[in-house]
Nanobody
Framework: QVQLVESGGGSVQPGGSLRLSCAAS????????MGWYRQAPGEERELVAA???????QYGYSVKGRFAISRDNAKNTVSLRINSLKPEDTDVYFC????????????????WGQGTQVTVAS
C-alpha cells in the first residue's frame, strides 16, 4: 500500500508563513496528481492546491496568490508554501496522492495522509 506522511504544521501568528511537506512511500508504479486539502471540524474537506507530474497546478479560490505548491517527482514528495497566513486558514491540512499501484493501465487510486494541524492566532 501507499503511505503519506505530512510534516511542517504548527502555530503561527497572522501574516506569518509555513511550509508543509508530504512524502509518499510504499509500492506503486506512478504518482499522478498530488495535492493538499484542508478541513475544519464539522465541515467538508476543501481543495487547497493540486499539482500534476508536469508541474501544472490549480488552487482553491480562497488561497490563490498566497499559497504555492511544488513537487519532486523523483522523491514522490509534495510541498505547500503558505504565506500571509490568516486566522481563517486554521485547519487540519491533508495531503493526497492519486497513484497507480501496479500498472500504468489501471485506474488511479487516492491515498490520504493523517493530516497536520495549522493554527493561526495572535
Amino acid at each position: 500500500q501507499v503511505q503519506l506522511v505530512e510534516s511542517g504544521g504548527g502555530s503561527v501568528q497572522p501574516g506569518g508563513s509555513l511550509r508543509l511537506s508530504c512524502a509518499a512511500s510504499g509500492t506503486f508504479t506512478r504518482a499522478d496528481a498530488m495535492g493538499w486539502y484542508r478541513q475544519a471540524p464539522g465541515e467538508e474537506r476543501e481543495l487547497v492546491a493540486a499539482i500534476l507530474p508536469g508541474g501544472h497546478s490549480q488552487y482553491g479560490y480562497s488561497v490563490k496568490g498566497r499559497f504555492a505548491i511544488s513537487r519532486d517527482n523523483a522523491k514522490n514528495t509534495v510541498s505547500l508554501r503558505i504565506n500571509s497566513l490568516k486566522p481563517e486558514d486554521t485547519d487540519v491540512y491533508f495531503c493526497d496522492a492519486q497513484v497507480q499501484l501496479y500498472s500504468s493501465y489501471e485506474l488511479l487510486q487516492t491515498f490520504w495522509g493523517q493530516g497536520t494541524q495549522v493554527t493561526v492566532a495572535s
